[in-house]
């Protein structure tokens, strides 16, 4: 039998649309669960963006990919699950009913929301919790993030209280390798806190 930890805490990130953070969404929560506890990256994206990334930079945390999963997933505390981009209803079906929480980031365009909603259709039927992360947020006057929580309440979708600003500072990070929080940016400490507030709505949801 497999000795996995029972505190162990799995939160998935997947994404209906590529380019909306779902990467660097997993990326930002390891790096904080790691502050708290032991934390595993699992990449299963195909692109391997976490694992480039942690090949590029200094990363607080181990990544491992999906092959490697399960030797390693017993001595950490959170997993982390970054999963492939555009999943069919099947595998989405498969990747939900093995966590304890899906994240699900979306840009507040109209594409990757309609995906979203579209495909969120698909998860009623199952057991996971789930909940939507609005990524990439334009600045004021601009109010498309404004109108994406709008319409995701509209729906009475579960979604996130705080949302991921639109920041190059995130990709300044990607580029080093690195978490956001380390980068010698004005923005650091900004954007930073936006995935603290996220990981702590999730901390209160699941009782830790
Ligand atoms: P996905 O995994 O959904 O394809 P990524 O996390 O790889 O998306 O992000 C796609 C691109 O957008 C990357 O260049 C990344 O640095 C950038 N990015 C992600 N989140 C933000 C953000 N909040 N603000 C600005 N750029 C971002």
């Known amino acids: 039998m497999l000795n996995i930890n029972p505190r162990i805490m799995i939160i998935t990130v997947a994404s ?4 909306v953070g779902k990467s660097t969404t997993a990326f930002h929560l390891a790096t904080y669960f790691q502050e708290l506890a032991p934390t595993l990256l699992v990449d299963g994206d195909a692109n391997r963006s976490a694992l480039d990334w942690g090949a ?3 990363i607080p945390f181990k990544v491992v990919d999906e092959k490697q999963a399960v030797k390693h997933a017993r001595k950490y ?3 982390i699950i970054d999963t492939p981009a555009r999943p069919d209803e099947d595998e989405l079906k498969t990747i939900a009913e093995g966590c304890d929480l899906l994240v699900l ?3 507040p365009d109209a594409l990757a929301l309609g995906a979203t909603l579209k495909m ?3 998860l009623h039927d199952l057991d996971t919790s789930y909940r939507i992360l609005l990524t990439i947020v334009p600045p004021k006057p601009n109010k498309a993030g404004i109108e994406a929580r709008t319409a995701i309440q509209n729906v009475e979708l579960p979604i996130f209280r705080g949302s991921i ?3 190059a500072v995130f990709q300044k990070a990607a580029l080093e390798g690195v978490p956001v929080n380390t980068v010698k940016d004005s923005y650091s400490a900004i954007a930073w806190q936006c995935y603290v507030d996220v990981a ?8 830790e």
């Open 165 to 167: 600003r639109r920041l």
């Open 56 to 58: 590029r930079g200094d």
């Open 120 to 122: 969120v259709d698909a």
């Open 105 to 107: 980031p979306t840009s």
């Open 16 to 19: 209906f649309k590529g380019g």
């Open 200 to 207: 702590k709505e999730i901390q209160d949801d699941q009782g």
């Open 77 to 79: 505390e959170h997993i």
